[in-house]
């Protein structure tokens, strides 16, 4: 097996303990590390100032929206508005819905993209890619009105991609438009607006190798340049008279980004993603997935050891999988792994609660809560914290 792909940016910094946990937050990376320290010492006000230290803070900011339009492959026209994080995203893309929008959702979803929606038709999770288009198709054909479907890129439980590309096409062939949530596909395969054909994008920072506190909705402007502010406040207004309701609000991203933005946010973002460009992302991939194929089949040979699978076993997947344990309680296990062996993994429902509790229900996983244990990595991750996983699950 070759060994990690060494690009200094992309190195993650700190070191010690086993963090399998990246599908809930990734560690930084150091152009991350790098692009906060420094405008530590030099950053000002945004959009609010004129001295060299607001102009300075306000052109990174600007710079940042830049380079993460080019990361999503956004198309002329298209807004990337900074958030929080996906979570966020999703809800402000929910209250910029036209009145009277069905949105449609699979029950494979992470609660993130399941519970804002205000007018949601849920579909069951499919079995597979094929099952997931027919089923989108046979609903989006009963629709009238403006219609979202709104699909994950990668399952934060089980890793597998969704059809993205095949959905967009459904949706548009019935006037539908499509999210993508890319909180777990971002990370491991690039993502581009332009060639998913996708309407919106979501994404978190914390889960992309960037500190907390940023998260990115990019897609089309008009329903979002129609829609009331999301935060109303300084910043998303342009003009405010002396009466009650008399408010211009403004166009374009401020108008959804009211109060101070997160700048030190945004720009690690921006550096991670500048730095994720510039790399080989197919060689990050291939190492990824035979980091992947050893873990799958290491965990084969440990007794008790099942993983799960929405599309079934040969399905494409990033750097996640989660195991039903024989009925063991997955937070116990959890809990061994790292006291024992300073080893970081997820144990429960992910916040995807119906995709969890259908695929743990097997007859072995009896009287676990219906839970599993999660094992996640991407950059820095090397065989031998797969090994080393894999020796402490056995011992267990
Ligand atoms: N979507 C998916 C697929 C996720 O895995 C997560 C978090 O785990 C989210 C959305 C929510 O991300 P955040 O907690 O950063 O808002």
Request: overall charge negative.
């Amino acid at each position: 097996m070759s060994l990690a792909v060494h690009t200094s940016d992309l190195d993650i910094i700190g070191a010690g303990f086993v963090p399998l946990d990246y599908a809930a937050t990734a560690p930084c990376v150091r152009a991350a590390a790098d692009a906060v320290n420094a405008l530590l010492p030099r950053y000002g006000s945004v959009h609010r100032g004129t001295g060299p230290r607001s102009q300075t803070s306000t052109l990174e900011y600007e710079r940042a929206r830049d380079v993460i339009a080019d990361f999503l492959g956004c198309r002329p026209g298209d807004q990337v508005i900074f958030t929080r994080n996906t979570t966020d995203a999703l809800n402000l893309l929910a209250r910029a819905l036209p009145p009277g929008t069905t949105t449609v959702v699979f029950d494979g979803e992470h609660h993130a993209n399941l519970l804002p929606w205000p007018n949601a038709l849920r579909l069951p999770a499919p079995a597979s890619w094929a099952d997931a288009v027919t089923t989108a198709e046979r609903a989006l054909r009963e629709l009238r009105g403006p219609v979202l479907l709104t699909v994950t890129g990668a399952s934060n439980v089980t890793g597998e991609l969704w059809p993205v590309r095949e959905l967009a096409a459904v949706a548009h062939r019935h006037g539908a438009r499509i999210a993508v949530d890319a909180a777990q596909l971002a990370p491991h395969v690039p993502v581009s607006l332009a060639d998913l054909d996708a309407d919106y994008v979501a994404l978190s920072g914390h889960k992309l190798y960037a500190p907390f506190g940023a998260g990115v909705l990019a897609g089309r402007a008009d329903w979002l340049d129609a829609a009331p502010p999301y935060l109303a406040g300084g910043g998303a207004s342009a003009h405010v008279g002396d009466r009650a309701g008399d408010v211009r609000w403004a166009a374009g991203p401020a108008r959804h980004e009211g109060g101070t933005p997160n700048l030190l946010g945004a720009v690690s973002l921006a550096a991670v993603c500048s730095a994720l460009g510039e790399a080989d992302r197919a060689a990050l991939r291939a190492h990824e997935q035979e980091l992947l194929a050893h873990l799958r089949e290491g965990l084969r040979r440990v007794p008790g050891v099942a993983e799960v699978s929405i599309f079934g076993t040969g399905s494409e997947r990033v750097g996640i999988v989660s195991l039903t344990l024989n009925g063991r309680d997955p937070s116990v296990v959890a809990g061994r792994l790292a006291e024992g062996f300073g080893i970081g993994v997820r144990a429960g429902k992910f916040c995807a609660h119906p995709l969890v509790r259908r695929l743990s229900e097997t007859p072995g996983n009896a009287g676990c809560d219906g839970g599993l244990l999660r094992v996640s990595f991407g950059l820095g991750t090397t065989p031998e914290d797969i090994d080393s996983l894999l020796a402490a699950l056995a011992s267990l």
